[in-house]
């Protein structure tokens, strides 16, 4: 699986659209954008994933570039309880032994 | 709907000790994961299951590892015998498809394990 890079740690104001970064550019055309995150003490949660078009859900809005070497994950209304970590994870969708490889996340800080 | 179920939630034992975590799937998913998560190396997955059966077991780190699911509602992960540097996050985790399904994954709300 390619590798994703994403910023260590970022913080936005709560209402404010919180735009989360992330670089894959290695990944190869079958490969999905996947992102998770993780609230303190607790486990990973599945926010969106996409190929190459522009996905939303009730949640976030997952922005790919034409190149598909970048993503950005846009939360539109941040709350105080969006603070978590963030994972931008490259996962290829055939073959039953593709792996969800977490790398270290963005640490997400939503102020007051 | 009730979401993966772990057990214990901490788990504090002496090293040389049996330690059995056990973990209950979301009803009707078919894969279920085990997943370590260390500060030093973060979250690894350390083997799956498809249909109660263990499909890839290459992150387990070691002998001392086994997982076994006896049926579709329950998953054990035994570490025997348990050593302090196997102190971590274990997580459980399910999902209804793997593979080009494109499913995602729910997790547990994991166990924390320390070994003295």
């Known amino acids: 699986d390619a590798k994703t890079t994403q910023p260590p740690s970022m913080d936005c104001a709560e209402g404010r659209a919180a735009n989360l970064p992330c670089n894959h550019s290695?990944?190869?055309?079958?490969?999905?954008v996947y992102w998770y995150r993780q609230i303190h003490s607790q486990g990973p949660q599945y926010i969106i994933h996409?190929?190459?078009n522009n996905e939303t859900n009730e949640m976030a809005s997952l922005i790919i570039t034409e190149d598909r070497k970048s993503s950005t994950l846009i939360l539109p209304h941040a709350t105080l309880r969006d603070t978590a970590v963030y994972y931008c994870i490259v996962r290829v969708a055939t073959g039953a032994n593709s792996k969800l490889t977490f790398g270290k996340g963005i640490t997400l800080s939503v102020r007051p | 709907d009730a979401g993966v179920i772990q057990s214990p939630r901490h788990e504090v034992t002496e090293m040389g000790q049996e330690v059995t975590l056990r973990c209950k799937p979301i009803s009707g998913h078919d894969y279920l994961f085990w997943y370590r998560q260390t500060m030093m190396r973060g979250l690894e997955l350390l083997i799956y299951?498809?249909?109660?059966?263990?499909?890839?077991d290459s992150g387990m780190p070691e002998d001392r590892f086994s997982a076994k699911m006896p049926n579709a509602s329950f998953s054990t992960l035994k570490i025997q015998p348990s050593e302090p540097r196997d102190s971590a996050v274990y997580f459980c985790a399910s999902s209804p498809g793997w593979g080009a399904d494109n499913q995602p994954q729910h997790f547990g709300d994991g166990t924390r394990l320390s070994i003295l």
């Open positions: 299951f498809n249909n109660n059966v263990p499909i890839d």
């Open positions: 290695t990944i190869s055309g079958n490969e999905y």
């Open positions: 996409g190929l190459k």
